[in-house]
């Protein structure tokens, strides 16, 4: 099966929730002790743009992220390209853009690319508590 046995996809059923631990956590030591035991198997991790910004790293669409900051009449596309940036900046990392033209795209990561060719962004705990969930769980092999 896909799922293990104690994940419940039926939505009516009214039954109790079953956890792959024995007693819910109740602290953080409990909680890295689960993660460290054989009943943990994965480990999922839900982060967005957010999880950068204290590094320096702009957001997307924050007041001053990164659409709200795009110009896009100096990106290099078509007339039609560059018209549906302006209506949707989001649209300058479409996947069907980029495979277009990936220049909208590549322009729009200079900035980044380059940081991090300089070392500009500097790694935040919450980067660092997910490259621990990596090296220091299933014998360094990681359950990400």
């Keep these: 099966p896909l799922l293990p046995e104690y994940v419940h996809l039926d939505m ?7 956890y792959p631990f024995d007693q819910p956590p109740t602290s953080l030591q ?6 460290q035991s054989e009943k943990c198997k994965r480990i ?21 992220g990164l659409y709200a900051t795009l110009d896009a009449t100096t990106l290099t596309g078509t007339e039609e390209q560059i018209e549906a940036i302006l209506r949707d900046p989001s649209y300058s ?12 795209c590549l322009e ?7 940081g991090v060719r300089e070392r500009r962004w500097k790694a935040t705990l919450a980067h660092r508590f997910v490259e621990l969930l990596q090296t220091k769980t299933n014998g360094g092999r990681g359950k990400l």
């Design 44 to 64: 999922l991790v839900l982060a967005g743009a957010g999880m950068s910004v204290a590094s320096g790293i702009p957001d997307f669409r924050s007041s001053n």
């Design 108 to 114: 729009v990561n200079r900035e980044f690319i380059l």
């Design 93 to 104: 990392l479409d996947q069907h853009l980029f495979m277009e033209n990936p220049l909208p």
């Design 30 to 35: 409990d909680i890295a002790n689960f993660i």
């Design 12 to 18: 009516d059923d009214d039954g109790p929730v079953e």
